[in-house]
């Protein structure tokens, strides 16, 4: 996974078919950042992090995780999670869930 270009992980980060909580993807994109050396520049760690859906998340992890990240404390960072989807102030918007890439219907009476 931390070999993958960086084109590659955005891409699957933001997948709507991806299968994982948005805790996973978060997760996966903050070990494909801290695996690189030298680690990648503010606007990389943006790039790369806004494909997570940080509304979807639990406040705790919010709080708990995210805000305490290295990597996003930067103006960049900042920036990115004041305008992300769902958080920013102004903002009405929910991000959609993940659908995993499978659906049920049930028909009938």
Not at 44 to 58: K, M
């Given at each position: 996974?931390?070999?993958?270009?960086a084109l590659i992980v955005r891409s699957l980060l933001e997948d709507d078919r991806l299968?994982?909580?948005e805790e996973e993807v978060y997760r996966a994109g903050v070990?494909?950042?801290q695996a690189h050396d030298p680690p990648?520049?503010?606007e990389?760690?943006?790039?790369?992090?806004?494909?997570?859906?940080?509304?979807?998340?639990?406040r705790e992890f919010l709080n708990g995780v995210v805000m305490e990240e290295?990597?996003?404390?930067?103006?960049?960072?900042?920036q990115m999670?004041?305008?992300?989807p769902g958080l920013a102030i102004m903002s009405t918007a929910r991000p959609r869930p993940r659908t995993g890439g499978v659906k049920l219907y049930a028909l009938g009476g």
């Open positions: 996974w931390t070999a993958a270009p299968r994982a909580s070990t494909w950042l990648p520049g503010e990389e760690v943006a790039a790369l992090l806004s494909r997570v859906r940080f509304a979807l998340l639990p290295p990597l996003l404390d930067t103006r960049v960072g900042k999670l004041l305008e992300a």
